[in-house]
Nanobody, 119 residues
Framework: QVQLVESGGGLVQPGESLRLSCAAS????????MGWYRQAPGKQRELVAA???????NYPNSVRGRFTISRDNAKNTLYLQMNSLKPEDTAVYYC?????????????WGQGTQVTVSS
């Protein structure tokens, strides 16, 4: 079992950047595929970025080129660098760990961190 704690959310203006972090504990971090999901009020949860055990990344078109996911297995930490933020990026962002990218939603979830993009 793994515990996940997100941090780094906040209020920023359009065009600015944020970096989210997810600290993992309780298990061997490197054996999990990891990802970031987000959910805005009234909208469905969506995958924002994912990274496999081997480092392969996956992004939806909505964030590709603006967001970068990375992992530091030595620090048991997952990151999400978000650049050129838009108001539509406003949501609660969740860190997720699972056996593989395809089954992330069935794995472990953090409590979420709020990201608000507004002028």
């Amino acid at each position: 079992q793994v515990q996940l704690v997100e941090s780094g959310g906040g209020l920023v203006q359009p065009g600015e950047s944020l970096r989210l972090s997810c600290a993992a504990s309780g298990s061997i971090f490197s054996i999990y595929a990891m990802g970031w999901y987000r959910q805005a009020p009234g909208k469905q949860r969506e995958l924002v970025a994912a990274i496999s055990i081997g480092g392969r990344t996956n992004y939806p078109n909505s964030v590709r080129g603006r967001f970068t996911i990375s992992r530091d297995n030595a620090k048991n930490t997952l990151y999400l660098q978000m650049n050129s933020l838009k108001p539509e990026d406003t949501a609660v962002y969740y860190c997720v760990a699972g056996d593989m990218i395809a089954t992330l939603t069935t794995g472990y979830w953090g409590q979420g961190t709020q990201v608000t993009v507004s002028s």
